[in-house]
């Protein structure tokens, strides 16, 4: 019978399998060990390694969203280093919770992103939240037929270039025909650039879209009779709205948390 060469990384993994019930592992199998986490780390890959302080970091760090019902069924925010999305029909809240949730990371000191293919975006109702606008970085769009590719590409070199907080994408009005000619591996590439990071990527819209592995879906109800509406006022003529009675749900690779099937407080816009 012929014998089958083994590369280096190979036969040193496979000797520290046959080592690993002794008393100790030999000197040479360590110095590859070592040395093939050295080539991860210059890769950036090191958040695959379970000794990494990143990868540690990743599973226990978390950031708030300024709801406090919200973060007490995340078990304290939204998880770093991974994918989420806040979707919901029309007027269900969920620019409310976005912006909430842009205010909390600036309060904390981190700059945000927002990336708004379809213009939506109203500064001054999110200043009105506590945002503030100094520490944003708002990316608009045209809201024709080819912002949605245009926001992808914003929204990777975004991620890409690190040091932010919060980053969100807002696919709310975004066409249909768009959404079809995104590439089929674009979350699972979104998701992998900031793995191991302290950024949270978070998209918008009205359907689920995507998350990743740590990620979480806030799936927002919209009572048919609008009685989660507040408006302020004397007449109809002349009112305003006032505030929004949001109805979450947490759904996770695990599937819907019931704990946050009650209504939560309202927001005030």
Not at 187 to 207: C, K, N
Not at 250 to 257: C, E, L, P, Q, V
Request: glycine letters at 8%.
């Amino acid at each position: 019978m012929g014998r089958l060469a083994l590369d280096p990384w190979t036969a040193a993994a496979y000797t520290a399998r046959r080592w690993r019930k002794k008393s100790e592992t030999p000197a040479f199998v360590m110095t590859a060990l070592a040395h093939l986490e050295t080539l991860l780390r210059a890769r950036k890959l090191d958040v695959t390694l379970t000794t990494s302080a990143l990868w540690r970091q990743a599973r226990e760090e978390r950031a708030q969203t300024g709801v406090p019902a919200i973060d007490a069924a995340l078990g304290g925010g939204l998880s770093r280093g991974h994918l989420s999305e806040v979707v919901g029909p029309r007027s269900a809240g969920r620019t409310t919770i976005l912006c909430h949730a842009m205010a909390a990371a600036v309060e904390r000191g981190e700059a945000v992103a927002l990336i708004d293919p379809c213009d939506r975006f109203d500064p001054e109702s999110a200043s009105g939240l506590g945002l503030d606008l100094r520490r944003l970085l708002w990316v608009r769009g045209a809201g024709n037929a080819s912002c949605g590719l245009t926001a992808l590409k914003a929204t990777n070199l975004v991620l890409q270039a690190g040091n932010l907080g919060l980053v969100a994408l807002d696919l709310s009005d975004l066409r249909a025909a768009s959404m079809r000619a995104f590439p089929f591996t674009t979350w699972f590439r979104m998701s992998r650039v900031i793995e191991g990071s302290q950024t949270v990527a978070l998209l918008v819209g009205e359907d689920h879209v995507a998350r990743s592995a740590g990620g979480v879906t806030i799936a927002l109800d919209r009572p048919s009779d609008h009685a989660h509406i507040t408006w302020r006022g004397d007449s109809h003529r002349a009112r305003f709205l006032g505030a929004i009675e949001i109805h979450p749900r947490i759904i996770t690779a695990r599937g819907a948390n019931p704990t946050t099937s009650e209504p939560l407080e309202p927001l005030e816009p």
